[in-house]
């Protein structure tokens, strides 16, 4: 399967933020919409954020939304999330994904590429 990679994870304290980035330059075929998402300790994984193709739609989770944004480079290569505010309750593995096949941005099942996953982790 073709592969995206995430960066930009890290130890930081609460209060700090931090840039995660997803590499979607080894995909060949097209896709629909890209999604982060993240999975705590001992907790199921969750969209955290999502965006269309076009970049017009957005979504964000309740407990991100005014903290972290989504965005993408102009030639929708790289996908980003801007963390500010960060919380001890966003730690985990941040993961990026895209839909091959267009399926909505809010079918979270049908996000079925994945990178590797970056770890993040808030603590003083």
């Known amino acids: 399967q073709e592969q995206l990679v995430e960066s930009g994870g890290g130890l930081v304290q609460p209060g700090g933020s931090l840039r995660l980035s997803c590499d979607a330059s080894?995909?060949?075929?097209?896709?629909?919409?890209r999604a982060w998402f993240r999975q705590a300790p001992g907790k199921e994984r969750e969209a955290v954020s999502a965006?269309?193709?076009?970049?017009?739609?957005?979504y964000y989770a309740d407990s991100v939304k005014g903290r972290f944004t989504i965005s993408e480079d102009d030639a929708k290569i790289t996908m980003y999330l801007q963390m500010n505010s960060l919380k001890t309750e966003d730690t985990g593995v941040y993961y990026c994904?895209?839909?091959?096949?267009?399926?909505?941005?809010?079918?979270?099942?049908?996000?079925?590429?994945w990178g590797q996953g970056t770890q993040v982790t808030v603590s003083s």
């Open positions: 965006m269309t193709i076009t970049g017009l739609n957005t």
């Open positions: 994904a895209v839909q091959t096949s267009p399926s909505g941005l809010l079918n979270f099942d049908a996000y079925d590429n």
């Open positions: 080894k995909l060949t075929q097209s896709y629909g919409a």
